[in-house]
C-alpha cells in the first residue's frame, strides 16, 4: 500500500520531521569537505553534500550554499580569495568530517577543531585535507542566487586533481568504491558505495549487454 504526501502536508510537518523527509527525497548525495582561506590565512572547512557536475570542457563543479542570513565563511573566503578545495570523505575520516559541519568562529580553524591536516600546493591559496584521497582544486567562476529562497549556487573550474595513481581506470572512470568514498542522505546519515553493473551509452535501438 502506498501513501501520498501533498505539499500541504509537508508544509503542516514538524520542522525536523519535514528536514530530514526533503533532504533525504532525492536519495543518496555525494558528501565532500570544502577548504578555503579566511582573511587572517585561517584554514576554513565545511561538510557539503550538494555538489554536481557542470561541465566538462572546460571543468566546472557547482554546489549549493544555504542564505546569507548569518556568516558563511565558506562563502566570503571564496569572494576573497577566488579559490576552494573539493575533498571527498572515506570512512577513516569520517567523524572529523561530521563534526566539520558545526558552528565554529570565523577565527577557529576547522581543521584544527576536528584534527584533519591542512595541506597546500603551488597551484592556488585554498587548503586540501591531507588525509583525504581524492581532492580537487577549484577557481571560483560564477554565482547564481536563487530567487525562491536566497540560496546560492556556486560554480568553480577545475584547476587541480590530486588522487592516487590507481584511482582511476583506463576509461576514465573514478573507482570509488576502492578509493571508499562515501554517501549520504540529510545531514547525519553516511553509506559506503558498491558498484552492481556499468552499461554502455544508451542509444536507441541498441541492446543493453553489461560491460
Known sequence: MSKTITTADILN???????????????????NL???????????LGLFNSFVHVGANPPHLGFMIRQLTVPRHTYHNIKATKYFTVNHVHKEILAQAHQASANYTENQSEFEAVGLT???????????????????????AEEHHMKLNGMIFMVGKIVEIILPENAIDDTGHLKLPEMGTLACTGLDTYFEGTQIERLPYARVGKEQKIL
Open 13 to 31: 510537518m514538524d520542522r525536523l520531521y519535514r528536514m530530514h523527509l526533503i533532504n533525504t527525497i532525492a536519495g543518496y548525495k555525494n558528501l
Open 34 to 44: 570544502v577548504g578555503t582561506l579566511g582573511h587572517r590565512k585561517t584554514a576554513n
Open 118 to 140: 591542512p595541506e597546500y600546493t603551488d597551484v592556488h591559496t585554498a587548503p586540501y585535507v591531507k588525509e583525504s584521497l581524492i581532492k580537487i582544486g577549484c577557481e571560483y
